[in-house]
């Protein structure tokens, strides 16, 4: 009984932090290492057309984000929406999550563009050291996607 017991208990400490739930649907974040970190975040609204929760905390600075729908009946809705703001509530990615396409894969490398009065000249991109929080809304009831952040520590 006590090995059972241990075995639950070591379960349960392992698949807590694996679905990470919100106010909305869920977010599975997976944690990938190397010179290039990688967080893949799964995501399924719920009847609501949503899903928000938090990742762990993650210090870097942001290069590119991959937005894909899932495929067939949970394609999401066109034109839905994904903000990732980190402690202070700023959306580090620049409203660049706004009216994502359905159709495909979406990439965006956010960050504060620098402009002269015809042209964008150059990015500087935010760095962060947050539990950050993801929000995906206009989805359509029960659709799924995934969200990918490409960072680097330095």
Not at 109 to 118: K, Q, W
């Amino acid at each position: 009984m006590k090995s059972f017991l241990i075995s639950l208990m070591l379960l349960v400490a392992i698949l807590i932090p694996a679905v990470m739930l919100g106010s909305e649907g869920t977010l599975t974040p997976v944690y990938y290492h190397g010179n290039i970190k990688k967080v893949d975040i799964d995501w399924v609204a719920s009847t609501n057309s949503g899903a928000d929760g938090s990742v762990k905390r993650i210090s870097g600075t942001l290069k590119r984000v991959v937005f894909k729908g899932d495929t067939g009946s949970t394609l999401p809705d066109d034109n839905y929406d994904v903000t990732l703001k980190d402690a202070e509530g700023v959306d580090i990615l620049a409203g660049l999550g706004a009216n994502i396409s359905s159709n495909g894969t979406t990439t965006v490398c956010p960050g504060l563009r620098i402009t002269t009065d015809t042209s964008v000249t150059g990015i500087v991109q935010f760095a962060f050291n947050d539990k950050l929080t993801l929000t995906v809304t206009n989805t359509g009831s029960l659709n799924a996607g995934n969200v990918i952040l490409y960072y680097t520590q330095e």
